[in-house]
């Protein structure tokens, strides 16, 4: 089946760096990948959608500047937290659909960000 | 613009029991519905889906899902819950055309076991 792997699966840095963290699709193509952003106990929210080739689509209220995305290839999407600060600590996840089939979409193992 | 609710934030069932969590959803075309379980620290791993057909549809697990359209619904089912079941649910909705695939989540349910 189709599997997407998020690295790293946790990283701490402190405050004022950047931090990048990838999503790969193992075994299909993905024109469109999909970075989610979850805090404690709640419920996953949309920060934008990659786009191979081109400029990702940010939602409402996510700084483009802030959260850095490039999907340079197929299999490869980064998402690149510039100038963290302790409240961008929080669970990030990305997801991918193959594009031959309407498969849903697959989910990464997710990377824990702490900002200290 | 849609929405999904699942008003039970936290549910404990004993081991073995039945389980039910439940969805609702708004939206404005035919809905594309999907559950996803979530462990501690871990992504997100399909449980099932509803693109159309037949409204009973059957997951991983042994769960199982009936899409409702009258009730606006898309509850989540297991006869007999084991212990490993105790994780996070999410029920999502969305658009499945071309390649824009945005979800959207409920809060999620967190379910946990008893023995």
């Known amino acids: 089946g189709a599997v997407v792997s998020q690295h790293p699966s946790w990283v701490i840095c402190k405050s004022g760096t950047s931090v990048k963290i990838e999503c790969r699709s193992l075994d299909f193509q993905a024109t469109t990948m999909f970075w989610y952003r979850q805090f404690p106990k709640q419920s996953l929210m949309l920060m934008a959608t990659?786009?191979?080739?081109?400029?990702?689509?940010?939602e409402q209220g996510v700084e483009k500047d802030k959260f850095l995305i490039n999907h340079a290839s197929l299999t490869l999407s980064t998402l690149t937290v510039t100038s963290a600060h302790p409240e961008d600590s929080s669970f990030y996840i990305c997801?991918?659909?193959?594009?031959?089939?309407?498969?849903?979409?697959?989910f990464g193992n997710g990377t824990r960000l702490t900002v200290t | 613009a849609q929405s999904v609710t699942q008003p039970d934030i936290h549910i404990t069932v004993s081991e073995g029991a039945s389980l039910e969590l439940r969805c609702n959803y708004s939206?404005?075309?035919?809905?594309?519905l999907f559950w996803y379980v979530q462990s501690p620290g871990q992504g997100l791993q399909l449980l099932l889906k509803?693109?159309?057909?037949?409204?009973l549809v059957q997951g991983i697990k042994g769960f199982e899902a009936e899409f409702k359209r009258s009730q606006s619904s898309f509850n989540l089912r297991k006869p007999s819950v084991h212990w490993s079941d105790a994780a996070e649910y999410f029920c999502a909705v969305g658009p499945l055309a071309g390649t824009a695939s945005k979800l959207t989540f409920g809060t999620g349910t967190r379910l946990q076991v008893t023995l």
């Open positions: 997801s991918a659909r193959r594009v031959e089939d309407n498969s849903p979409l697959h």
């Open positions: 939206y404005g075309a035919t809905p594309y």
């Open positions: 509803y693109f159309s057909g037949d409204t």
């Open positions: 990659s786009n191979e080739g081109s400029k990702a689509t940010y």
